[in-house]
């Protein structure tokens, strides 16, 4: 990698037809902080202007579907949510799902919808997708203010193994980065992308154990196969940070490794479909 | 690389396919219908030659600059100044060959990038000094002084949703001028805004090229070219015809018919995908014969026809144009549905495809050379095409008012007023 890295007056960069897999770039990543911190900080800006009630809309939204879940799945359908009432357990799954469905949702459109600072200034083209979850971020920040007053009426106290939000969050963004950035590569090509996302998301959350318990999927195998999703790990962990119960088990352990698999693979596809973004999109 | 230059380039080409950009593979579908034709095209004998088409926008280009000079590139529209300009901005990679630039390479591909409608000027600046390449605290640093050079200190605090275009452009530029990379790449910027505005933009570009930094600057404006570089490369169809004293070079592009056609066609890729559903096709200047001409005389009226396809409806359309001097100053500006009957009859314009026609009359322009802008959009909604450089034209004045006495006349306009003159008694 001789290209890339500016700054100081004397620096040589160097231009020349980019050819196969490239990684990705810390260094280079580092020096564009800045442009990283206004980006995501626009998007967050930008996304509730205009609109009356504002940032209230990032705790409205998964009141909401709380609300609608409950009353479907819960009141409607009594799906068995344990020993916890069935508001708080689907919240609490809930929150890191809206977190990752709104990263995806934000990100795989996010080349295409900057495509004018594509087409004329250079910058490493990971940053896009990556402030636009990282803006995100933000929003789940305040909802989670929103988990706290649910326990605090439901009675569900808080333990120190809340602590483990902290990393099932980094997971859950990690996930989201590393979807994000298959997807957002493959939309500046191929706009069907972002007709499918919606779909895909839908059948993702459908695939993790958010309205119902994870118990109602057959051990062995099949709940093998169901822990590569990502989310699953993810959103157990959640329930047993804040409200104890079993432990997330082998499970969080294949959701990680799915995460780390997909993220790494995504740089590279990324890094390979970079190059032809500004002609193509 | 010596250490004294900045830009150095052998040998560098950029190829695009153009089948595959006019029928774009956009979606799954037409990847999977075009596989399945290729398949079935192994079968017919014959039928398997591709229809994509290869264009180099550039080809063989080298040059060298040293620091702090000031190097114009000129070529009319295709001929690859823009995808050099890319190039040398590592927006887009070359095809092949080779470059090294040294230090911090700024462009101003266009003035705005980046900015948000919804915030504000004073979060703007912030916004596009960084995606600019500027830190937060050179930012913070020059703040004022951009503040004070965009003249719009009053609205700072205003979303510039709410701006008027000329500020927004002030704005714009005001931040882009005071980004100081050691190689700064301008296209076009000073063709906006008003004259005074310019002047104010030319002054600030020169300061630049003489603090000792590397400019490479692109312009249809051939008196600008020739006043802030010292040396020209011209372009033409992605070659370098020549690199001379940026005077000869003006000469030598004005002279070799390179600026000249009467014609404009839009090529696909000139074409931004924001524009549509609007897709401009043509515009040409029509003599009082018929004639598609670059050169029209002033004692005779002139068409303007701007020929446009619309691949969707469009509700209150008006196409117009920008008529400028070649040094960028506006003499006028008038739409298709400028008229209350057509305004009324035109509210919404169906798919097809179109022509508008403008007639300016006889005696209405100076001589000289002219320059078209054209622009399409909806008032308030959107503004879908604009080229600030479609077309050039020149008039001629003979047999126009007052050409009895063959001196030059200053101004733009040369109408052929009506005066009387009266015997007040003899003194």
Redesign the interface.
């Known amino acids: 990698m001789v ?1 890339a890295k ?2 100081t ?10 050819k196969g897999w490239l990684g990705i770039d810390l260094q280079e990543l580092w020096h564009y902080r ?2 990283i ?3 995501t ?2 998007d967050i ?2 996304r509730y ?2 609109a009356a009630l504002g940032i209230a809309w990032a705790i409205l939204q998964p009141v909401l579907t709380t609300a609608i879940t409950s009353i479907v799945f819960g009141y409607l359908l009594k799906v068995d949510s344990g020993n916890l009432p069935y508001p708080v357990f689907t919240l609490a799954a809930l929150l890191p799902w809206h977190l990752f469905q709104l990263s995806l949702q934000k990100s795989s459109i996010s080349l295409v919808g900057n ?9 490493p083209r990971v940053i896009i997708p990556l402030s636009s979850v990282l803006a995100v971020l933000v929003d789940f920040g305040i909802s989670l203010i929103l988990l706290f007053v649910a326990m605090a009426i439901f009675k569900v106290s808080l333990t120190w193994t809340a602590l483990w939000l902290i990393p099932l969050t980094l997971l859950t963004v990690l996930a989201s980065l590393a979807v994000g950035l298959w997807l957002s590569a493959l939309n500046v ?4 992308i972002q007709q499918m996302v919606p779909f895909l998301l839908q059948i993702w959350m459908y695939a993790t154990p958010i309205v119902y318990p994870i118990t109602i999927i057959p051990e062995g195998m099949i709940r093998d196969i169901y822990s590569l999703n990502p989310m699953v790990g993810v959103v157990q962990g959640f329930r047993w940070a804040l409200f104890g119960g079993t432990p997330p088990d082998m499970s969080l352990l294949f959701s990680s490794i799915a995460v780390i698999v997909l993220l790494i693979s995504g740089l590279f596809f990324f890094r390979r479909m970079e ?1 032809t973004f ?2 193509v ?1 | ?1 010596e250490k004294d230059t900045s830009i150095f ?1 052998r040998g ?1 080409g950029k190829r ?1 396919q153009i089948g595959a950009f006019q029928e774009r ?5 037409d ?1 999977i219908v075009s596989r399945t034709q290729k398949m079935g095209n192994l079968f017919r004998k014959g039928s398997s030659k591709s229809k994509k088409e290869e264009i180099w926008a550039l080809r063989d280009v080298s040059f060298e600059v040293k620091q702090g000079q000031a190097l114009g590139i000129i070529g009319r529209n295709g001929a690859g100044k823009s995808t050099l300009l ?20 700024g ?1 101003l ?2 003035v705005g ?2 900015f ?1 409608p ?2 504000t000027g004073r ?1 703007n600046i ?2 596009n000094g ?4 500027m ?2 605290r050179e930012i913070e640093a020059r703040f004022d002084e951009i503040v004070d050079f965009s003249e719009v200190e009053k609205f700072i605090d205003t979303p510039v949703k709410r701006y008027s275009s000329g500020m927004y452009l002030r704005l714009a530029f005001a931040v882009a001028a005071h980004l100081e990379p ?1 190689i700064l790449v301008v296209d076009e910027v000073l063709a906006v805004g008003d004259a005074d505005f310019q002047r104010k933009c030319l002054g600030k570009m020169g300061d630049v090229a003489d603090s000792g930094r590397t400019v490479l600057f692109v312009s249809h404006n051939m008196s600008a070219i020739s006043r802030l570089t010292q040396e020209s490369i011209v372009l033409d169809k992605g070659n370098v015809l020549l690199r001379a004293p940026s005077s000869e070079a003006v000469d030598f592009y004005l002279n070799r018919g390179l600026s000249k056609m009467g014609e404009r066609y839009w090529e696909e890729d000139e074409i931004p ?2 524009s549509a559903p609007f897709k401009p096709l043509t515009i040409r200047i029509i003599d009082k014969d018929g004639h598609v001409s670059d050169s029209v005389r002033s004692v005779d009226p002139v068409t303007v026809e701007i020929e446009y396809e619309l691949t969707g409806d469009i509700t209150g359309l008006r196409v117009g144009y920008y008529l400028f001097t070649t040094r960028g100053e506006p003499i006028f500006t008038s739409f298709d549905t400028d008229s209350e009957e057509l305004f009324r009859e035109f509210t919404s314009r169906p798919k097809g495809v179109y022509a508008s026609r403008c007639i300016i009359p006889a005696h209405t322009l100076n001589e000289g050379r002219f320059v078209l802008g054209v622009n399409a959009s909806s008032y308030h909604i959107k503004r879908y095409f604009q080229d600030d450089q479609a077309l050039s034209f020149s008039v001629d004045a003979s047999g126009a008012a007052g050409t009895q006495w063959p001196e030059p006349r200053p101004g733009a306009v040369r109408p052929a007023l009506e005066w009387k003159i009266e015997e007040r008694g003899r003194a």
């Open positions: 290209e500016p700054l007056s004397n620096q040589v960069v160097t231009i020349k037809p980019a800045e442009l911190y206004f980006l900080w626009r800006k930008v202007k205009q495509a004018n600072l594509i087409t004329k200034i250079y910058f090509q191929y706009r069907d190059k500004a002609d999109v | 690389m380039v560098i695009y593979q956009d979606t799954l579908r990847v890319k190039i040398l901005s590592r927006v887009t990679d070359p095809t092949e060959g080779y470059g090294e630039l040294r230090g911090r390479v462009s591909l266009e990038t980046g948000h919804e915030l979060e912030f916004l960084a995606i600019l390449g830190q937060k050691e995908a924001s």
